[in-house]
């Protein structure tokens, strides 16, 4: 096992959405250092179903959209992030349309989609593959490109930062980051570059059931917290009512669209529950209360699932209309159009994240952070669906207009190799086999769709006597993947139930049972390590 020492310029941590964006859009004289832990195409920008909201249409607005992310967001929008983002809209729409991504609804193309919460029709789309095509054609330009080097397969573990290796470039108290560790085949490489972005996504993997895809352990949130960078709003975890409840599958979206269709929600007792909880809108209330309402049907009977019944639609429409969904359930054995179809909340977006402009940057020099990965206030306290993939290709173009044509040379840096001390194979899987599911079954019993102070409470002494074990084994054994996702998810779990209990009120994704109302002014919740 060997370390080695890689310079460049600017050093791009995650190729989805944003990451990719943002490395196309850098001058060619730069050099860039893409690095991915998964081959590409991947991310959740590659799961990415209904598509990107953008106001290009004569009948929309950047003040439409405006109020309708607004009205979304709890009250907590950051409004000036929200029109800078808004308003980038098109430029991105061209961007993208200039790479190879001709969306359906962009100028002068088909018909743009409609989605919740949005007042008019302002989802791009490419049929239910958006982001499958969004990350196809990026990575494919991606690796065409001369200045550009992808390291797939390649784990950032932490950032390096001159308060611990160059103190010297500590500037007026404000810490530099100058670079990452990257573990590649066993190796801990130390990569020194100008400026270091984290594109790395969300962190479904916290919790039980996710959308989300198994790389999505928050794993730049978990480094930047413990660089010392204000991580903000991770109460605010966005759940996406119905995806499929089932052993060999897991991680499988159910579309909204069939509730649209008349789909509806059955309990274990095969009542039709939502007319208890929003008797005028039932299947087609907005996402957060259809998740509530699910959670609180399977804790009042304490099942582990619900039902979605579409046997109406018949085969035909089925397959004809929703063909990712029947060919998905169909192939673990649940036919669509005879029986119902076993769904469960799932985590899907992180709202909260490292705090940064919508140009990525942060409260260190050297380090933006962008997409998921990243919070502006652009969401509030709660996402209006199509506006992430806005969100994270518009900050990738930002960041890439703001990075300085001059960067600091890397080669004036240095940093210590990675010190693999005493370490240990890790031979007992079992510990972090068994540290996984506990962590991510307390955060789903504890600390999911609804709150309780005595649930949080519990969940923070029991995700503390995690945290110390994992610690343990990450100081004394040789890194691998599996005990670096979990440290991060951990750390991640811990960021989220910290917010939640801080947050003495109901707003948003974030409903307490002890604090039920809404208090004024809104405020964002900020969890930062002393260092
Ligand atoms: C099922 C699903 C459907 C969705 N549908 C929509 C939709 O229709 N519209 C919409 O706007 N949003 C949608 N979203 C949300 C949206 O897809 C994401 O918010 C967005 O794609 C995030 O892009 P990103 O570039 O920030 O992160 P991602 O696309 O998640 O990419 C993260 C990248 O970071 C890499 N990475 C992670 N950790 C490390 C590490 N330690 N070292 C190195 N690399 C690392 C990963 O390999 C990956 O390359 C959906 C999400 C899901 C899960």
Redesign the pocket.
Known sequence: MSNGVIETDVLI?????????CALSLPSELEILL????P?P????????????AAISEDDSFKLHLEDTINAGGGLVNEEAAIDIISAGPRLVRQLSSWGVNLEGSFGKGKSGI?GGHSVRR?L?HKDR??RL??EVLSECSLERGNITVM?G????NLLTASREMPELVENAVDRCIGAH??QNGTILTVLAGETVI????S?KVYRY????D??????IA?AYRAGLPIINMEFYQF?PTCLFHPDKR?F?ITEALRGEGAVLLNLEGERFMENYDPQRMELAPRDIVARAIDSEMKRLGNDHVLLDATHLGREKLTISFPEVTNGVTSVGIIPWEEPIPVVPAA???VGGIDAQTDGKTAMNGLRA?????CTGFHGAN?L????????GV??LKAADSIPGTLMDPDSFHARDWSFGRAEPLMENVLVDYAWSALRNVMWDYVGIVRSDRRLHRALRIIDVLAGEIEADYWTMLPVIGL??LR?ICTVGRIIVKSALRRRESRGLHFSLDCPETKQPPRDTVIKLML
């Open positions: 941590l995650g190729a989805g959405m944003a990451g990719l964006t690095v991915s832990k998964m590409m991947t991310g959740s920008t590659y799961l990415a179903q209904g598509g990107l909201a989605e989802v789309h958006t982001g969004i990350s797939e390649a784990f950032a573990v990257i573990l594109a790395t996504g969300g479904g996710t959308s989300n895809q790389s999505s352990t928050g794993d730049g480094m996406h991680n979206l899907h977006y992180t962008i997409g998921e990965a990243s996402r669906g199509s506006n992430s993939l806005l969100e994270a900050m990738g670096l996702e991060n």
